[in-house]
T-cell receptor
Framework: ETGVTQTPRHLVMGMTNKKSLKCEQH?????MYWYKQSAKKPLELMFV???????ENNSVPSRFSPECPNSSHLFLHLHTLQPEDSALYLC???????????????FGSGTRLTVV | AQSVAQPEDQVNVAEGNPLTVKCTYS??????LFWYVQYPNRGLQFLLK??????LVKGSYGFEAEFNKSQTSFHLKKPSALVSDSALYFC????????????FGAGTTVTVRA
């Protein structure tokens, strides 16, 4: 285990369902990230939270809704998804300071999402 | 503008042979460079990073990488590849103008044949 835990590991959902992905980190990091990884495509940064505030939202459709209730937990709420949203969703965390280089990210194992 | 590039989608080597995975960057100022590895259906695992100091960085699982400022490269190397090194490898860069967030390359799939 890396210290970043994602649940569930696998999720199959219909296009009309509502589900949530959960990420938890026990590293004391102050920033958390959601990435989407599709086959044959580069990693797509979706959302960035720093000190529980959303600092980046990279033109992600509104059917994806992030939530960061505290510095240890990050959720991705899903509703009315499309089949093209099927992918591996990765959560990451880091300990970063303003104006300082990144010390690197710690990733969870991901949630494999299939939309049917 | 792309800040880090991995020019090879795939690298195939025989077990026991040297392995090189290429990475070049295009950022101004001082880049901070990282390599990650991803096994099937897993998250990315940190291998090594260059921040400052010695240009040759040693990391996990016998991997090393050399920072070459004149060639703007940070190639990952292993002297003798193992079948278990077969995975997807990502180069990443962090730099001031990107608020020091990591920008990832597209990834290189390494296959080591027995």
């Amino acid at each position: 285990e890396t210290g970043v835990t994602q649940t569930p590991r696998h999720l199959v959902m219909g296009m009309t369902n509502k589900k949530s992905l959960k990420c938890e980190q026990h590293l004391g990091h102050n920033a958390m990230y959601w990435y989407k990884q599709s086959a044959k495509k580069p990693l797509e940064l979706m959302f960035v939270y720093s000190l529980e505030e959303r600092v980046e939202n990279n033109s992600v459709p509104s059917r994806f809704s992030p939530e960061c209730p505290n510095s240890s937990h990050l959720f991705l709420h899903l509703h009315t998804l499309q089949p093209e949203d099927s992918a591996l969703y990765l959560c990451a965390s880091s300990q970063d300071s303003v104006g300082q280089p990144s010390s690197g990210y710690t990733f969870g194992s991901g949630t494999r999402l299939t939309v049917v | 503008a792309q800040s880090v590039a991995q020019p090879e989608d795939q690298v195939n080597v025989a077990e026991g042979n040297p392995l090189t995975v290429k990475c070049t960057y295009s950022v101004s100022g001082n880049p901070y460079l990282f390599w990650y590895v991803q096994y099937p259906n897993r998250g990315l695992q940190f291998l090594l990073k260059y921040i400052t100091g010695d240009n040759l960085v040693k990391g996990s699982y016998g991997f090393e990488a050399e920072f070459n400022k004149s060639q703007t490269s940070f190639h990952l190397k292993k002297p003798s590849a193992l079948v278990s090194d077969s995975a997807l490898y990502f180069c990443a860069v962090s730099f001031l103008l990107n608020d020091y967030k990591l920008s990832f390359g597209a990834g290189t799939t390494v296959t080591v044949r027995a």
